[in-house]
């Protein structure tokens, strides 16, 4: 499995915007109870794409400039990353398998999508 790679403001740019492969970021606090919940998914997550995908995390509570850049409104939310632009976002709380229906179709086309789940 590849590591989850903490962002902040500092380090935004380069790995995930400069990023030669697509990156999946998750908006996090450490308060919040899905934040928390959803780490597993994203562990099981990066196990699938290990060779794919760069996987991330950025912690709100620490780093409150990107959510609010990013117009993030509630945690957990995770934005799929190519090419400098976000191509996906899945607002609130989501299964693994519900994130993985998202990602599978855009992994190769540039087809933009969203969900949002209660």
């Known amino acids: 499995m590849r590591p989850i ?4 403001e500092a380090n935004f740019e380069t790995e995930v915007l400069k990023s030669s492969q697509p990156v999946l970021v998750e908006f996090a606090t450490g308060w919040s109870l899905p934040s928390v919940m959803f780490d597993g998914a994203m562990d099981e ?18 780093n409150p400039n990107l959510g609010l850049w990013y117009g993030i409104r509630c945690v957990p939310t995770v934005l799929y990353f190519l090419d ?20 599978r179709p855009i992994m190769n086309s540039s087809t933009i999508g969203q969900i949002s789940n209660p």
């Open 5 to 8: 790679i903490e962002i902040n």
């Open 84 to 103: 400098d632009e976000v191509r996906i976002g899945i607002f609130g709380t989501a299964s693994k398998e519900t994130i993985l229906s998202q990602l």
């Open 45 to 62: 997550i990066a196990t699938e794409f290990v060779e794919d995908l760069k996987l991330a995390t950025v912690k709100l509570d620490r």
